[in-house]
């Protein structure tokens, strides 16, 4: 009772600057976490959690040598973080230096539709699926990626089928890379993509499927691949892949995750209205 009587003597006490300031680290926290629990900076924290629990519990069971070794590691922590985890330090900062500010505080404009740009993608991968031709092809979202820019070759271009199977022809000079598609446009061609490490991988992946995996590992991008052996078409989200997808498969999954939810709903609206259509069509037709 006397813990409870302290909170609320000193939730009285408050004035308006605290329940501001409270409401801003809230703010802070709600856009911030979904970042790192995208990307490798979940590995700084977690490795954080684990020490400050382990001081802890050896202090309390009185193991002194282990618990010193601990406190030693704390007081230099930031240090030890810095050294251990630097890449993932620089990705994350690099995401968060990219996001745009309108982004982040919800109110950036409507992007660009996605549903004309998906069906173009899925068509120009069913052709190269069906001729086995290699592609490595990333969505970039929230994650602006500008890193992987200087690695390729920028281009600036409307999406279409023709294009993406240009980029891709095994002649060309840009197939070996990826290519980046960012607010609506095929933004940069020839890109080199991080390769995972995850031990979870089949050995049969070869190079492309590492790379598109690694980038959704580092980033909330969807990487489309297409492989070059099997003609398979996989989708890597999250360091998940997601192999042997259908075109029709790849078009629902797709805008699941690039488009807006009003989008998708209108694109369903538009879906059922045209099969009512072909429907009524037909029955006209046999009578």
Request: with cysteine; hydrophobic share 45%; proline share 3%.
């Amino acid at each position: 009772m006397n813990v409870i009587e302290d909170m609320l003597q000193q939730v009285t006490k408050m004035q308006w600057s605290d329940y501001l300031d409270i409401l801003i680290v809230a703010f802070l926290l709600y856009k911030i976490l979904p970042l790192i629990r995208s990307t490798g900076a979940m590995r700084i924290a977690k490795t954080i959690v684990v020490v400050v629990v382990l001081a802890w519990v050896t202090g309390l069971l009185e193991l002194y040598t282990i618990s010193f070794i601990l406190n030693q590691f704390l007081q230099v922590g930031l240090i030890a973080v810095v050294i251990l985890f630097q890449p993932e330090i620089r990705r994350t900062l690099d995401h968060l230096g990219s996001m745009k500010i309108k982004k982040f505080f919800g109110t950036e404009k409507a992007t660009p539709e996605m549903a004309p740009i998906v069906a173009q993608t899925v068509k120009a991968c069913e052709v190269m699926s069906r001729e086995k031709v290699g592609a490595l092809i990333v969505f970039a979202r929230d994650n602006r990626l500008d890193e992987y820019f200087k690695t390729g070759t920028m281009i600036d271009a409307q999406v279409s089928e023709q294009l993406l199977r240009n980029v891709f022809f095994p002649k060309a000079a840009l197939h070996d890379g990826a290519v980046i598609i960012r607010d609506g446009r095929v933004a940069v061609a020839g890109c080199v993509l991080p390769l995972s490490d995850s031990n979870r991988l089949n050995a049969d992946l070869g190079t492309r499927h590492r790379a598109g995996v690694g980038m959704s590992e580092v980033s909330d991008a969807v990487v489309v691949i297409v492989s070059e052996e099997t003609g398979t078409i996989s989708v890597a989200l999250g360091g998940m892949l997601k192999r042997h997808l259908a075109p029709q498969t790849l078009e629902r999954l797709l805008l699941h995750e690039l488009c807006p939810e009003e989008e998708l709903l209108n694109q369903e609206n538009l879906s059922v209205r045209l099969r009512q259509k072909l429907q009524k069509k037909s029955k006209e037709e046999r009578k």
